[in-house]
């Protein structure tokens, strides 16, 4: 029998997705556990109905208004209270009958909802790594009045692991695994032709659409690195990507007398979602066991970022600080639109990303309202340089 303090009350941001949907999974495992409070989809009616049938919460978003019309239709009667627009992110991140807040939103629609999460003392659940990309100043400033912030993403929640127990003096460096995702070994050539469907085919893990072709640029890996910056208070240069194609060790840290630690499983997300819901308990499995010698060998090897130039345009972003890692986001967003598309092709994205840094002018991250100015530069400069890269 697993003790469990207090079940605790839930927020989903963007429960009809990938992580979403596998959040809810979670809490079909240990509904002693958890007890979902607030649900919110973009559009999708139909799967945000059936969850919020099977899960009752309170609070319903979408952030269509159309979609919201539908629901509030479909729901009627049953007195739960259904909200529409960007606003009912933050709705649903304040909820007063939840304790922690998934933050699973694609993009940097997430960063508001994640201040909002923190500004009212709950704990974040944080999936949208973008929220720390696009706005990772604000996120620690907010973090220091109230809140707590646990990772969801697979690399940062097996960092946090490993530094559980351990002072940050400590730590030499972070690095972060990457699979190196479907076009890995590929040269530039073989990259220039690739298909919308071919970088959809992720070998390991099963996502989003915008997350697995960050994966194939490696600008995923990119977002990561930014993202273990702000969360772990790590300097750049301390902060290294190893390629290991089975995904299994999820990341390591390397303590100052040279030894590691590192966390493995299974590539399968229910298992970090379970526990930034968790922490510091530990609840039973959300799948089956990781077997070591039936996973034979594991490797490690170089991640080639001349091939995926990305990952550089990541670390460039993340040294130059300020509102540049905003724009590296915002233009990227962009530019994976475009790839999906079809308007640009695939080593069309880190040019359009490339560009749009090139014109950015050095400015602080000090408030929202300048990050989602930086943003909206960033996308008008990134869809005029989709002529030229199309
Ligand atoms: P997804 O596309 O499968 O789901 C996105 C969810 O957000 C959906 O519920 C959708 O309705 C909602 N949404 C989309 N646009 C929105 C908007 N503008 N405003 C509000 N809601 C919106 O994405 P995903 O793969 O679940 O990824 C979610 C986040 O988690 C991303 O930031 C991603 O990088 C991160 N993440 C995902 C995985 C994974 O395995 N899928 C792993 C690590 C991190
Ligand atoms: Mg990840």
């Known amino acids: 029998m697993i003790e469990v303090e207090n079940s605790r009350g839930l927020s989903i941001l963007g429960s009809t997705g990938s992580i979403g ?4 999974e979670v809490v079909s495992l240990h509904p002693e556990c958890l007890q979902v409070m607030a649900l919110t989809a973009n559009r999708n009616v139909d799967l945000l109905e059936e969850q919020v049938r099977k899960y009752q919460p309170q609070f319903v978003g979408l952030v269509s208004v159309e979609a919201a019309v539908e629901m509030k239709r479909r729901l009627a009667g049953l007195g739960i209270q259904v909200a529409e627009g960007p606003d009912c992110l933050l709705e649903a991140a304040v909820h007063p009958s ?7 939103v694609v993009g940097s629609a997430g960063l508001p909802p994640s201040l909002a999460a923190l500004g009212a003392g709950k704990r974040l659940a944080l999936a949208n790594k973008e929220s720390m990309v696009a706005g990772g100043e604000l996120v620690l400033k907010a973090l220091e009045q109230g809140g707590e912030l646990i990772p969801v993403d697979s690399e940062h929640g097996a960092i946090f692991h490993c530094l559980r127990g351990e002072e940050k003096s400590v730590v030499e460096k972070v690095i972060l695994t990457a699979s190196g995702g479907p076009f890995y070994g590929r040269s530039r050539k073989e990259l220039s032709g690739v298909t919308v469907e071919q970088a959809l085919a992720h070998p390991t893990w099963s996502m989003g659409r915008k997350i697995t072709i960050d994966s194939a640029t490696l600008m995923n890996k990119g977002l990561e690195v930014i993202e273990a910056h702000y969360l ?12 290991h194609p089975q995904s299994v060790v999820h990341s390591l840290v390397e303590f100052k007398d040279g030894s590691m630690s590192a966390q493995l499983s299974l590539p399968d997300m229910r298992l970090p979602i379970a526990l930034a819901l968790s922490y510091p308990e530990r609840w039973g499995p959300p799948f089956k066991k990781t ?10 090897g170089k991640v080639d970022s001349d091939t995926f130039r990305c990952l550089e345009l990541a670390y460039r972003a993340g040294k130059e600080g300020g509102l540049a890692t905003a724009v590296l986001n915002a233009a990227n967003e962009v530019a994976v639109a475009a790839f999906l598309e079809g308007s640009i092709d695939f080593l069309g994205i ?4 490339e560009i749009t840094l090139d014109r950015y002018e050095p400015q602080p991250m000090d408030s929202l309202q300048a990050v989602m100015r930086a943003e909206e530069w960033a996308r008008s400069t990134a869809e005029d340089s989709l002529r030229k890269v199309g």
Request: proline content about 0%; hydrophobic content about 55%; aromatic content about 8%.
């Open 21 to 24: 949907t596998q959040a809810l």
């Open 98 to 104: 939840s304790q922690v807040v998934l933050n699973a």
């Open 232 to 243: 772990f208070g790590v300097a750049y240069e301390r902060i290294e990507v190893v390629a």
């Open 291 to 300: 077997d070591l010698a039936s996973l034979g060998s594991l490797d490690f």
């Open 350 to 353: 880190e040019r359009v990303v």
